[in-house]
């Protein structure tokens, strides 16, 4: 894993760094030093943390690591497009778009940063200093909700076809019938002769 860490001079600098692999990783997108600090203290004992201090680099951080980051901690006051950009980039590609966005801000405004960031497709917000355990606490939540998101996809869909397992066909078809109680559907139904012949491809 690679751990990107601030240096002194603004540059976001890597090393490589041995990593705990029951930790998860987590992305701090952070451009006030201290802020950015206090959480890399707060977290990097619970979370492999990545850090930079824009949102151009946190997007491109985002897009190279979507497969291992599970939350990104994201400062909406930016340099290199702000954290509002970053929120309608995060919300247009479907690659990233299902990792969860924990917006923050300073308390001064932050009942208008709070309803601009849900509305783009923030997860959560965090307001600023830093709660300790509220954080944590917003960032478990984060996480469980998608991971519990991600499980139940896995059940639904068969791994071999990427369509409906069965159940879930019948589950979801009953939903549509019943949410459209004065509509007329068709049923199509399809069969491949030998079909185990492809399972064994």
Known sequence: LIWFQNIDDGVVGAQEKSANKSKRNLLIIESNPEARNALIGL????????????????LTMLTNNHKVISVVLLDVDLPKGNG???????????????IPVLTTAGETDSNIAQRKCLKLGASDFISKPYNPEVTFIRIENAIKLR?????????????????????????????????????????VIADIDNFGLINQQ
């Open 43 to 58: 977290l990097s004992a619970e979370y492999n943390v990545l850090v930079t201090d824009n949102a151009e680099d946190g």
């Open 147 to 187: 991971e519990s998101a991600l499980v139940l996809s896995a059940l639904e869909y068969d791994g071999l076809t990427g369509l409906f397992t069965r159940e879930a066909f019948f589950r979801h078809v009953e939903k549509k019938i019943k949410e459209n109680p004065h509509k007329e559907f068709d049923f």
């Open 84 to 98: 509002y950009e970053f929120l309608k980039w995060h919300s247009e590609d479907p690659k990233i778009s299902t």
